[in-house]
């Protein structure tokens, strides 16, 4: 947690965990103290950083709208566990098989078209041997969509069952560089995806998956998210008094009963 640039998450329990889990935690922290009274040193914004930390710190924009814009409100959720670069093809493809009815079992082969940067980041068709595996393979997802919906939102990803139609899709599934795609890029994740089947062709192509700034999940679909998340840590009685007062909290003088 002392380096200050991002880790690598090759194996199942990688630290980003918990550096992610404490960066929380300490914004925490700090909100409590600042409101005891405890001060920082109000010269931060003015200094210059080490090359360990890999920051370059503007005021400008640090402070600019502060209190108005929260960017919070400009942050992806993803709908289920994926490599965010893989996202819109799976997606596309869920598309595809939903809106048309494709058998999963007829289809011949899967075209993705993704920016150049995505490709050695989401082709992985080998068998996953863990969860992390599991994320950032396109094919896997994809194998999953059709044949496993449910797994594919299953967050632990801890039972990796052996499925012979899973891994014969995924040995269709190949994937190419997009120099159209990479234009969008790093402002738009995009991909776009071709599913032959039974001598059919059909293309979808998503630019803003489901969960981007610029296509929201709506608060029912946050709350089931919320839900099959939490579930194993909060039994449903808690979980449902922590939906009651989220929508009420900008109201609320103290959030203690929500801490509770």
């Not at 969860?131 to 044949?147: G, P």
Request: proline share 7%.
């Amino acid at each position: 947690m002392s380096r200050g640039v991002s880790t690598r998450a090759e194996s199942p329990l990688s630290s980003r965990w918990v550096t992610f889990g404490v960066a929380a935690q300490n914004g925490v922290v700090a909100a409590f103290s600042a409101k005891e009274g405890f001060t920082g040193d109000e010269t931060f914004l003015h200094k210059t950083f080490g090359q360990v930390h890999e920051l370059t710190v503007s005021e400008e924009l640090l402070c600019s709208d502060l209190g108005q814009r929260f960017l919070v409100d400009e942050t992806g959720i993803k709908p289920y566990p994926v490599g965010r670069q893989a996202l819109s093809a799976v997606e596309a493809f869920r598309e595809i098989i939903i809106n048309n009815q494709v058998d999963p079992e007829s289809i011949q082969e899967v075209s993705i078209w993704a920016p150049r940067q995505f490709v050695a980041r989401i082709d992985y068709p080998a068998w996953p041997e863990h969860r992390m595996d599991t994320v950032r393979s396109v094919q896997y997802q994809i194998a999953l969509a059709a044949f496993d919906p449910a797994t594919l939102f299953n967050v632990p990803r801890d039972r990796l069952k052996k499925d012979d139609r899973m891994r014969a899709l995924m040995g269709k599934i190949r994937v190419e560089p997009s120099k159209e795609l990479e234009t969008f890029y790093p402002k738009v994740w995009p991909a776009r995806v071709e599913v032959r089947a039974d001598g059919n062709t059909f293309t979808c192509e998503i630019l803003h998956p489901k969960g981007d700034p610029e296509n929201r999940f709506s608060w029912d679909e946050i709350i089931a998210k919320f839900q099959w998340v939490a579930a194993p840590a909060l039994d449903e009685k808690t979980s449902g008094a922590v939906i009651k007062l989220l929508p009420e909290l900008d109201a609320q003088s103290s959030i203690t009963p929500l801490l509770s």
